[in-house]
């Protein structure tokens, strides 16, 4: 009894420095940070999928895909802030075949630190969403994103592709008044891309592909970019943009100079976009649209890629995607279970490089129902067929997909 005394004796002892204490800490961080607010965002996922190859009769169904990605935002004061994202999802296998484990696979989506200038103008620093084109900055995420999946060649294609997912360096971003028009800027210094010279089907990498989110540059160079947005009604329904960045892709020794082993130090690469988005509530429709479409064209110089030890080969690396996208909710019929429905199409292309050791051209056809169950919360069924190009022969199918998706933000 004399034990149990002692232990509910300091027990007590400790509930009670808890209580006296956490006030008096609270009080000195409000005097110390009195600005200082936290929030915490995100969202969490899940998804199904079911294809089948027409030619090959191969089935596939499976879950996919599960996930939560929790967002930390601070404001410090007046001027400064932070924002940062962590995805927490199931492992899956490599898109080349071969397991790269199991379990839990954590990553750093972005981290940056924010100095609100003025009205006009914050200054950004650390990794942030690609400002090339609109839709990995603003419709990537499952709740923004009408379709399930992501469009053919735009935003981030697991590493490799026209455009980056996110970027490191600075960001110059912010919005112009111009009448009862509206402008709005982004302008990046940040690492870049790098080139791959030779081909390595084990990693999934090919010779000419770029290699995006580098944490550590490979030359003295720095990719200059930025995205330019204009929204002429007064409503602000309607934003055209266009997106460029220019960067040099090859290894660099840091001496400025070509050597042997550092022929590739002055190759450049150059990104073109455009995008276009539309928003309006129809009333002969009962309901509202939204149109979106985006164009993004990238070109490398020449370059002589290792097919092997001893060969080499070369092609014209230019490559070019786009999509066009329509989605239509009857939010203005008296029926509130139809309200929340929302049916989207979307058909993109992508040209690859003819030459090339990887890809071929690819046109895709997809149709999305969506169910809103709450402004934050959507199930999404979606067909998808993606049609392969070849140089020669004729088109063929690739497999037909039927997914299920289930997002929530909080």
């Known amino acids: 009894m004399r034990t149990l005394k002692q232990n509910l004796t300091a027990l007590c002892f400790i509930i009670l420095c808890i209580a006296v204490g956490i006030p008096k800490a609270k009080a000195q961080d409000e005097t110390k940070m009195p600005g200082l607010k936290f929030l915490l965002s995100g969202d969490a996922y899940m998804g199904l999928k079911y294809q089948k190859n027409s030619i090959t009769g ?13 967002v930390f935002l601070w404001k410090l ?20 075949g071969y397991a790269v484990g199991e379990g839990l696979e954590v990553e750093l989506e972005y981290c940056n630190f924010g100095y609100i200038i003025n009205d006009y103008m ?14 990995e900055d ?14 053919l060649g735009i935003g981030a294609q697991s590493g490799l592709g026209i455009e980056s997912g996110t970027d490191l360096g600075f960001n110059l971003r912010g919005a ?22 030779e081909e390595n089907a084990e990693e999934g990498s090919h010779a000419g592909q770029l290699q ?24 602000s329904s309607l934003e055209i943009g266009v997106s460029g960045q220019t960067s040099k892709v090859g290894d660099d020794d840091g001496t400025g100079k070509s050597t042997a082993f550092n022929k590739y130090n002055n190759i450049g690469a150059t990104y073109f976009g455009a995008d276009l988005c539309y928003n309006k509530d129809i009333e002969a429709i009962k309901g509202s649209i939204v149109f979106r479409s985006q164009y993004a064209g990238r070109n490398v110089d020449k370059v002589d890629y290792a097919l092997t030890d001893t060969t080499t080969y ?18 203005q019929v008296s029926n509130k279970v139809l309200r929340r429905f929302e049916l989207a199409g979307r058909y993109g292309a992508l040209d690859n490089p003819k030459g090339a050791k990887w890809g071929v051209d690819k046109t895709q056809l997809a149709i999305a129902l969506d169910y809103w169950i709450a402004w934050n919360a959507v199930i999404k069924v ?8 070849p140089d020669v022969g004729s088109s063929t199918n690739a497999p037909t997909r039927y997914l299920l998706s289930m997002a929530m933000g909080f």
């Open 58 to 70: 191969a089935q596939q169904f499976t879950f996919t895909n599960m996930g939560v990605n929790p």
């Open 77 to 96: 004061n007046e001027k400064m802030i932070f924002e940062g994202e962590v995805e927490f999802q199931n492992r899956n296998p490599h898109p080349t």
């Open 122 to 135: 914050i200054l950004r620093a650390g990794t942030f969403f690609s400002t090339m084109g609109i839709f």
């Open 138 to 151: 603003w419709h990537h995420q499952r709740i923004t994103n009408k379709m399930v999946s992501r469009p």
């Open 176 to 197: 112009i008044p111009c009448g009862s028009a509206k402008m709005n800027y982004s302008i990046d210094i940040t690492s870049g891309p790098r080139l791959l010279f």
């Open 212 to 235: 995006w989110e580098g944490i550590t540059d490979n030359n003295m160079n720095k990719a200059i970019g930025g995205r330019i947005g204009f929204l002429p009604l007064s409503n």
């Open 314 to 331: 070369t092609f014209d690396n230019k490559v070019s995607a786009w999509f066009a996208q329509l989605s239509y909710r009857p939010t």
């Open 382 to 389: 979606s067909y998808e067929q993606d049609v392969n190009h």
